[in-house]
């Protein structure tokens, strides 16, 4: 399994409505999830996040702040323990969403996608590194907490599995 | 990761409006073409269609959204087209490719508004020769111009009908305009623009119209003032008409209207549902009373302001805080009378009617009935008016619910309300079969 370099974020559930809205400052949970990322790329200068972890609840909340369809479900499940596979993953997801009564939401836009092309599209910027944010949800996670990750190009799991980290990129692009 | 695995996965993500990305297989790109068709088929049936922009301009929907209103939307609707296209010659395939084209185009001209509205009634609806139409699409905003222009058949006349029958397909401007919302959805709103009348043809009884017709626009504009509106090259003749809308009184006949002779025409089929028939009408409009020929023929300081003569409310009956008013239209053989036309006139009794309620009209001095005498002693009393379209048979574009969805989500309904029906009627031998 490739390795990660991963944050862990925490916030209390309780201060949100069900909406997902901040209770005092008003702000959605969407945003929160944005300045982890920020403070993932302060904390990882060359980094940006590509994955986030949560369980199921925290997700909802999520889908419920970034004004989500009703039938749109945030997150693939993981399927080969705590940590992302890119070929696996998607493939089993890929399986259940075709006999869903649910559409499932791979992903989001990076808080970094602020460029857009002239029909209003946000670019995807593959040198910087900049890619949607793959959501997972890890049942096993507690409720408040959520984890911002990015494979770990220094690894030497490169070597066993290559294809591993060039799955997503491919995906978005 | 082994290679083969990773070509078994036959999809990709696509993004939406909202920044989610979902698999490409709950989406159907389409294109423009494509996509104005279904925007139409979800108008037609209120169902979502969302609409969301790709990388390179592409657009596509949700596949749950496009099944969705195709479950909703009759397979007849497109038949005519891919028939006629996969019989036809190159040259006419063409032609008809470009006339297909031409229906998504930024506006519609009245021939193509009127095949619009064939394909979707079903129905052979003939095109009046001096109201032009014209669908700015983007706008979404219909213009409905009654114009002033050469006859075809006699080149010596230029009628405007402004000044002619309200009845008529080419004055009717409300019958269009409600029909036309119910039956085309890319109409949200109407504007009416006409020519003003250069020189009255007979004087008097053309002023008289055209009263009557500022008067049907001017209330027209109000009852529903969220889509309709007067061009603004008219609107001061609307406004001068709404100050001189003044000391007005209703007309009364000097003499109770008598029995009709003439059997199967209209008038002995009114006189029969206010006489022979009069329990069953009463019993299904909810009558206290019911009579025939209500004068409207407003004048002003005892001067005709309105048409006078036969201008009258076919049927009319009461109850305790009711006014109903039936426009009655009656075919038989060669005597054919299904117009648009009836919502027209129709609209002007009620408002006629309303403003009396209101006191804006003051009632006649005098009337000829005891039915009359009692309904202008309580004219005051009534709370509300019912406009009731009475027919053995309608003018096909009224044969949608729509049409008295709009004509009842009208703004009167603050004050003194009118609420339109229509109801038809059979007349077999000697039976009159209205529904219970």
Redesign the interface.
């Known amino acids: 399994m490739a390795k990660e370099l991963s944050e862990t974020f925490h916030f209390l559930p309780s201060d949100y409505d069900v909406n997902g809205i901040h209770r005092t400052s008003g702000q959605t949970f969407r945003s929160f999830i944005a300045k982890c990322e920020f403070s993932f790329h302060e904390w990882h200068s060359t980094e940006y996040a590509w994955m986030l972890y949560a369980n199921s609840r925290t997700m909802s909340l999520l889908a419920k702040s970034?004004?989500?369809s009703e039938?749109?479900i945030y997150g693939m499940d993981l399927t080969k323990g705590k940590h992302f596979h890119?070929?696996?993953d998607?493939?089993v997801n890929?399986e259940m969403?075709?006999h869903s009564k649910f559409?499932?939401?791979?992903?989001?836009?990076s808080a970094f996608?602020t460029e857009c092309?002239?029909?209003?599209?946000?670019v995807i910027d593959e040198e910087t590194g900049i890619y949607?944010l793959t959501l997972l949800v890890d049942n096993t996670m507690r409720d408040g907490t959520v984890r911002l990750a990015v494979p770990d190009d220094d690894s030497d799991s490169e070597k066993v599995?290559p294809?591993?980290i060039d799955?997503p990129h491919f995906?978005?692009v | 990761m082994k290679k083969e695995e990773t070509e078994e996965r036959d999809w990709s993500l696509v993004r939406n409006n909202n920044g989610e990305w979902i698999s490409d297989r709950n989406v159907v790109f389409l294109t423009e073409l494509e996509l104005t068709m279904e925007k139409i088929a979800a108008q037609k049936c209120h169902l979502p269609l969302t609409v969301n922009i790709g990388p390179d301009g592409t657009k596509w929907c949700y596949k749950h959204e496009l099944d969705a209103i195709s479950a909703a939307t009759p397979v007849v609707d497109i038949k005519p087209y891919k028939l006629k296209i996969a019989k036809t010659s190159p040259h006419k395939t063409q032609e008809m490719i470009e006339k297909y084209i031409k229906r998504f185009e930024e506006t519609k001209d009245s021939d193509t508004l009127f095949e619009d509205l064939q394909s979707m009634s079903k129905c052979n609806v003939r095109k009046p020769d001096y109201i032009d139409f014209k669908l700015d699409t983007k706008a979404s905003t219909l213009l409905l111009y009654i114009q002033q222009k050469q006859s075809q058949k006699n080149r010596d006349v230029c009628p405007n009908y402004t000044c002619r029958n309200m009845q008529t397909d080419n004055a009717a401007f409300e019958g269009w305009a409600v029909c036309m919302k119910a039956w085309l959805p890319d109409i949200e709103k109407v504007v009416l623009r006409w020519d003003e009348p250069k020189d009255f043809e007979t004087a008097s009884e053309s002023i008289q119209h055209y009263n009557r017709f500022l008067y049907r626009v001017m209330r027209f504009s109000e009852a529903f003032k969220d889509w309709f509106a007067v061009d603004s090259s008219n609107q001061v003749t609307i406004e001068e008409f709404s100050k001189r809308f003044c000391y007005l009184q209703n007309n009364a006949y000097g003499k109770a209207p008598e029995k009709p002779s003439k059997e199967g025409s209209e008038t002995k089929t009114e006189y029969e549902m206010s006489h022979t028939w009069a329990d069953q009408m009463m019993t299904y409009y909810n009558l206290n009373v019911i009579s025939r020929q209500l004068p409207i023929g407003v004048l002003q300081q005892g001067k005709s302001f309105f048409t006078g003569g036969k201008s009258a409310i076919d049927l009319w009956g009461m109850n305790d805080d009711t006014l109903t008013l039936i426009e009655l239209k009656y075919n038989y053989g060669k005597s054919v009378n299904k117009k648009v036309g009836i919502i027209s006139e129709l609209f002007l009794y009620a408002c006629t009617m309303r403003d009396m309620v209101l006191g804006i009209i003051q009632p006649p001095t005098k009337s000829p009935t005891k039915e009359e005498t009692m309904l202008y002693e309580r004219i005051t009393s009534f709370r509300r008016v019912k406009a009731e379209m009475l027919s053995n048979g309608f003018h096909p574009l009224l044969d949608n619910e729509a049409v008295l969805t709009i004509l009842n989500r009208n703004a009167f309904n603050e004050n003194i309300p009118i609420t339109f029906g229509k109801t038809k009627y059979d007349f077999t031998g000697n039976h009159l079969t209205i529904p219970c």
């Open positions: 970034n004004g989500a039938n749109f890119p070929v696996e998607p493939f890929g969403d075709k559409i499932t939401v791979y992903g989001i836009d996608m092309d002239t029909n209003g599209f946000p949607p599995e294809v591993i799955v995906e978005y």
